[in-house]
């Protein structure tokens, strides 16, 4: 049942845009695999085989440690509505952490605003392989909304009080990795 391309179409493309979350899979050699679910709100496909997301400051940073450690990154799309289907996207990522000169730019063109207090690095993905799959065994949910908790988490934060969280919580991973927030990779 699971077909494979290239690239992603426009059909899948659209299949992405209609996702309210999608999942994040990653690992560096003799580390645990970390999976973390992620809003689409700030993601991107922005070619036929590449997507970003705008990472916001959380409890740990391991996605940024492995693909700086190995590279690898797994993006999946699950359809809790409608048709079943799951979409993978396979490739390697990169990570524009919000010091770094073309944070700004990048940042402006495909996600546009104001840049959150808690934005903590863009990750790109370059995808070499894309997979559908039947997904008949993924149950049907009704999207509500976002949850407001990380946006209120970061409402009355400084950009010091950030800086000093990532200091705390997010320079290495649970594994001991640096995680590069503060350009000591």
Same mark, same amino acid.
Request: glycine share 8%; charged share 25%; with cysteine.
């Given at each position: 049942m699971a077909?494979? !391309?290239?690239?992603?179409?426009? #059909?899948?493309?659209? !299949?992405? /845009?209609?996702?309210?979350?999608?999942f994040?899979?990653?690992?560096?050699?003799?580390?645990?695999?970390?999976?973390?679910?992620?809003? #689409?709100?700030?993601?991107?496909?922005?070619?036929? *085989?590449?997507?970003? =997301?705008?990472?916001?400051?959380?409890?740990? *940073? /391991?996605t940024?440690?492995?693909?700086? $450690?190995?590279?690898?990154?797994t993006? %999946?799309?699950?359809?809790? /509505?409608?048709?079943?289907?799951?979409?993978?996207?396979?490739?390697?990522?990169?990570?524009?952490?919000?010091?770094?000169p073309? =944070?700004?730019?990048?940042?402006? @063109?495909?996600i546009?605003?104001?840049?959150?207090v *808690?934005?903590? @690095?863009i990750f790109? @993905?370059?995808?070499?392989?894309? @997979?559908?799959?039947?997904?008949?065994?993924?149950?049907?949910?009704?999207?509500t909304?976002?949850?407001? $908790?990380l946006r209120? &988490?970061?409402a009355?934060?400084?950009? $010091?009080?950030?800086?000093?969280? &990532?200091?705390?919580? *997010?320079? #290495?991973? %649970?594994?001991?990795?640096?995680?590069?927030? =503060?350009?000591?990779?």
């Amino acid at each position: 049942m699971a077909k494979q !391309f290239d690239s992603i179409s426009d #059909t899948l493309r659209a !299949f992405v /845009e209609r996702q309210h979350i999608f999942f994040c899979a990653s690992a560096a050699q003799d580390t645990r695999v970390n999976l973390t679910p992620r809003s #689409t709100d700030s993601l991107r496909i922005t070619g036929p *085989n590449e997507a970003l =997301f705008l990472d916001l400051t959380g409890s740990g *940073n /391991e996605t940024a440690a492995h693909v700086i $450690a190995d590279g690898r990154l797994t993006l %999946m799309f699950c359809a809790f /509505e409608g048709p079943p289907m799951i979409l993978r996207l396979y490739g390697r990522g990169r990570v524009v952490h919000r010091d770094a000169p073309e =944070f700004t730019p990048l940042f402006a @063109q495909h996600i546009g605003g104001d840049i959150p207090v *808690n934005a903590r @690095q863009i990750f790109i @993905q370059d995808i070499d392989l894309v @997979q559908t799959s039947c997904g008949y065994g993924v149950p049907l949910f009704e999207y509500t909304r976002e949850r407001p $908790a990380l946006r209120n &988490w970061a409402a009355d934060k400084s950009d $010091a009080d950030i800086r000093a969280y &990532w200091g705390e919580k *997010n320079r #290495t991973s %649970m594994d001991g990795l640096p995680t590069g927030v =503060f350009d000591d990779t």
